[in-house]
DNA sequence: CATGAATGAGAGTTCATTCAT
DNA sequence: AATGAATGAACTCTCATTCAT
């Protein structure tokens, strides 16, 4: 009874608490299954376990849906990126190796490495959100596989490059990976199994980074 | 029968012979663009000059004409694509090169690259056309590519790897190019320079698989 | 039970007490600026400074709402209109300017001069609460009228006319002149100065319905 | 079989022609009886017969559609107004007697009648139409009797009043009719019989505005 | 063949009403 | 007594589809 009754009874206040964000997540779901056009709010609600109305207590349209569930769930994993940054490892290698690592492990494998399929399918009808996306996140995003690149080529670990075009040349398959779970993979799942794609993946690319012989980083 | 009947309507049987590929055209436009559901049918008619009842003529519904449009340009370049690959080099280095190069030349670089970007957008909604497209486009794509890559190895050039996932490594960066063409360039053109881009991508990808120094294949 | 008791919670009291008319004035407010159908119950609960709920308390629905603001308010002044009606002068003349000049004061220069624009906007949709409207006050108002100008007949002093229709003619520009107030004012402020309006007004209907020269009524 | 054939054909186009003025006629028809925010689409296309989406072909929005009530239906009556008032009589009496009853004939005893009772209704809630209504009709209208009164005092006809507050007190009993016809008449059908109420408005107001005895216009 | 007016099912959105707190 | 989160029916508006011309 004592137990029961513990959990039972601030219903409405915690529910208003948590609400936005569980209409978020069933939102980013059925967004990254349907896109935005194809998803109804009737089905957004039912998923998230509320009538269609109660969206509307949350977020004004569906485009502010739209807008909220990108940048809400990305500014999250943002800060919790930067937070790990500071912890990673001094040697340029390993670091570029665990920045692309974490990316996957942290965006491409959870339910967020929806949003880059989202945003490629979205980017012309909501501009303001992909402007914000590039700018905010991206360049972000880029900027740090940059600046591990720099230090590897000072250090005379890694090769002289391009350095913007090879950082999108590095994050592409990373990409391309979380984009193909969330759409083709129904058709061919064979073709998404990170625990072989990703081995190929570093160890075509720091191969073809890296100055010398096998450095003894890929696993 | 005679010339003249031959030629009594040149303009009317020709426009009856290109209408069907000149709506495809601008439905394809659209939905790169837009997405298939936020493509109206009254802007395909406009954008191809006709009126929304003439579509009906040529499509029995929205979703054949989104089948017809994918299907359709695709086979048109599937055949083009292996008219050219008989007349490849032999040697395995250059041949991986002119495979990818050509891909981006035939496919990326011009209005087809978009199907790519719709097809991620729309896999989970046309589960037909997203199998036809992995099994008729992807599967073939990819199996040359494969043999370029087995032609490699066995003759030393190439490293040994896991051939397939390294194919879908070596396609990722193109796929990728294309998808952002369409989608973010909008925001950030910078970030969408084919001249830098590529280079960038046969630097690396060829350093990575290459077994000896630099080949010289590398412009 | 004690003075204390008395005083505990005065302010709870009266509130408790005055709500209902407190809610009813800010709806008739708003039914008069919107109409019934635009007002919401939402707007009604903010300008009563109450939850949305709370209205339930009071009014079992917004028809409820509606009726209980038209009936309550106009009984309300019902009855201090009678009380005034025995106070007025004698003489027919007088009576019937003081009548008219009292519906203005009493009804038409107040708050309650928003109601006759309701009632005419909403005559279709609460059929009821018109013919409450039509039977219960317009008719004793004319009633009222109609026993000051028969008795001004009686004496000589007006002119043998159609006491019915001239009822109305004689209300119609006071009823006007509260409705205008109410819709159009806000575009043309000018057309709507009573100061300007009711002697035009007393001059024309006066000596329209007067037997002999100027009598000295008019202000 | 020719008389049928001749007037079967051109369907189509005819009823191009015809739908906007069949709709508005039937959307001024319930936005008199029910008020805008109470009609609904589904009632207007029904009582039009048309279907919902026909509306749409026509007017962007219900905005739109009682915009162009309101606009449409004055605008045509305001020039077959003007070009009746070339035809009237050079007598300032009987002038303004016709002008007065042109007034009910024309507008006040049709379905336009009903459109003064919309305004009231909804000047709050279109400002806008409110304005244009306020400049473009009311103060056209007031212009004409305006003159008229003038000129009868000038040729000493009618007694000195305050012209632009007599021109409303004069309106008032006919905007009043018209807008009763159109709310309570339901109610109380006896309060709405033109033929008893405008005599007793003409006698009442010619002989308040008339310098002399009976000057016979009255019939 | 080609048109475009007409349709109506279905989507986004609003808001009177309820009820657990 | 008072709240306000939640509901769902009802509304406005859209757009793929049809068909008479």
């Known amino acids: 009874m004592s137990e029961q009754h513990a959990t039972a009874r601030p219903r409405h206040r915690r529910r208003k608490q948590a609400r936005p964000s569980e209409l978020a997540a069933a939102a980013l779901g059925l967004f990254v299954e349907k896109g935005y056009a194809a998803t109804r709010l009737d089905e957004v609600a039912a998923r998230a376990g509320v009538s269609k109305g109660t969206l509307y207590l949350y977020f004004d349209s569906k485009e502010a849906l739209f807008k909220a569930v990108i940048q809400d769930r990305v500014e999250a994993v943002m800060s919790e990126g930067e937070a790990l940054l500071a912890s990673l490892q001094d040697d340029p290698v390993r670091l570029l190796r665990e920045i692309l690592m974490g990316w996957w492990e942290l965006i491409g494998a959870t339910d967020l490495g929806g949003i880059p399929k989202v945003m490629i399918a979205e980017a012309h009808n909501f501009p303001e959100v992909a402007r914000y996306f590039n700018e905010d996140v991206i360049s972000r995003g880029r900027a740090v596989?940059?600046?591990?690149?720099?230090?590897?080529?000072?250090?005379?670990?890694?090769?002289?490059v391009d350095v913007p075009a090879t950082v999108q040349v590095l994050m592409a398959p990373l990409i391309m990976l979380s984009v193909w779970r969330n759409s083709m993979a129904v058709c061919d799942p064979a073709a998404c199994r990170p625990e072989v794609y990703l081995p190929a993946y570093f160890d075509v690319v720091f191969k073809g980074l890296l100055t010398g012989p096998d450095s003894g980083v890929l696993p």
């Open 145 to 160: 596989v940059a600046s591990a690149l720099r230090l590897g080529i000072e250090r005379g670990l890694f090769r002289v």
